[in-house]
């Protein structure tokens, strides 16, 4: 992973939140959005394949949702750069489809999505996310094309 930091004490805060969040997708730990989403939370998603997420219940349903159908789920940071109240990360997803998701029986077939996740955080807590990774990708492979 490249780390690329920001000035700030706040910065080096908000890119801990941010790594934690991947650290809850990878281990499956559902009191980590507890402890770094503010109620308010929204993801701004507009490719999400499920239905988009609010608060950290929203974010702990996601998660869940997408270990069902991905028992193997890893997310893989490659990137992340941070500055002032805003975190970048750049990612890859894996996993091997097993269960239903996004309208696909389970399949059996190995995934691997790239992506990347803007994070906000306000008053040491996460408030808003924007994602833009390959949806149609990840598709296309669930389809064995």
Do not use: C
Not at 45 to 68: F, H, W
Not at 72 to 87: A, S, T
Not at 120 to 139: C, F, K, Q, S
């Amino acid at each position: 992973m490249t780390e690329i930091d920001g000035t700030t004490g706040s910065s080096t805060r908000n890119r801990a939140l941010s790594s934690r969040y991947y650290e809850a997708w990878n281990s499956g730990d559902l009191a980590i959005p507890d402890e770094i989403f503010a109620e308010t939370f929204f993801i701004n998603d507009p490719g999400s394949p499920v239905p988009l997420v609010m608060g950290p219940n929203g974010v702990k349903g996601r998660i869940r949702d997408y270990r069902a159908a991905f028992p193997d789920l890893e997310i893989e940071v490659e990137d992340v750069v941070g500055e002032g109240d805003r975190v970048a990360t750049r990612w890859t997803l894996r996993g091997t489809h097993l269960g239903v998701f996004a309208g696909f029986e389970a399949t059996g077939r190995r995934i691997e999505v790239p992506g990347i996740t803007i994070h906000r955080a306000d008053g040491g807590l996460i408030v808003e996310a924007w994602v833009n990774w390959d949806t149609l990708g990840m598709r296309r492979q669930l389809q064995g094309e």
